[in-house]
């Protein structure tokens, strides 16, 4: 039990990726605050987190909300007492070529994926400050390092998401503090389910390991930055992708 006594807060905790992180640190051990935009989901998820023996608490918040964040992490405190992983997974996608991409679309995607990031880890920051030490974990993608067509939003939240981390890693590495990034490849779960078979088949041409990731692939990398093992790793991305890019 490596989190015997941690907390740790993860945004978009209640189903795929972020289901799969809250699994991974809780049964480590960890109590985690579960954050998510729709209530229901996120009960059904702590019910089932609580039948493997996990402690789960949730709160209803949407990411791109900065006043609603720093009440979560006040709300996290005030019931667990500490803060000591964030993992700012929350995202979304809405694809479409540039030239008949909405500005709404554009938008959203930045506020959602790297605004929410921004809001979480501002909050997150000021126990860990106190604490002198925290774990931040942002969840990018493949795509923010080798583009996709059709996805020039989420690509550039993403890339900026890597940018964030490594120039918050350089601000706050002096307090204990890491900020480092997961990059999922192809990974199977209810964002990219419903993706036309051909594109399904295209990335799976391209994946040398020939097969999809899952959401535990993912998980177990961001235990790993949330360890002691990687107390010396700071502003680095991980790429979880089964070769895709290298
Ligand atoms: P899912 O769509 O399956 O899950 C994302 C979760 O985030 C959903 O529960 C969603 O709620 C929630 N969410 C969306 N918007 C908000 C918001 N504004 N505030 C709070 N919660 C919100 O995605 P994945 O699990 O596939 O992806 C998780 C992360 O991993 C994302 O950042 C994604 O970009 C990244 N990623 C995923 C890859 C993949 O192949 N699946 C590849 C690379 C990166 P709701 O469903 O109600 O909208």
Known sequence: ?????????????????GEAIAEELGLAGATV???????????????????????????????????????????VLSS?????HLVNNAGITRDSLLLRMKEEDWDLVLRVNLKGAFNFSRAALKPMFTARYGRIVNIASVVGLMGNFGQTNYA?????LIGFSKSLAREVAARGITVNCVAPGYIATPMTENLPEEVKKAFLDIIPMKRFGLPAD???????????????????????????YM
């Open 1 to 17: 039990m490596i989190f015997r006594d941690k907390v740790s807060l993860v945004t978009g905790a209640s189903q795929g990726i």
């Open 156 to 160: 550039a939240s993403k890339a900026g």
């Open 218 to 244: 993912v998980a177990r990398a961001v235990k790993f930055l949330c360890s002691d093992e990687a107390a010396y790793i700071t502003g680095q991305v991980i790429n979880v992708n089964g070769g895709m």
């Open 80 to 84: 667990l007492g500490r803060l000591d």
């Open 33 to 75: 605050a579960l954050v998510d935009i729709q209530k229901d989901k996120l009960n059904q998820v702590a019910d089932r987190l609580a039948s493997l023996g996990i402690r789960a608490l949730t709160y209803e918040a949407d990411v791109t909300d900065s006043v609603r964040a720093a009440r979560v992490v006040d709300e």
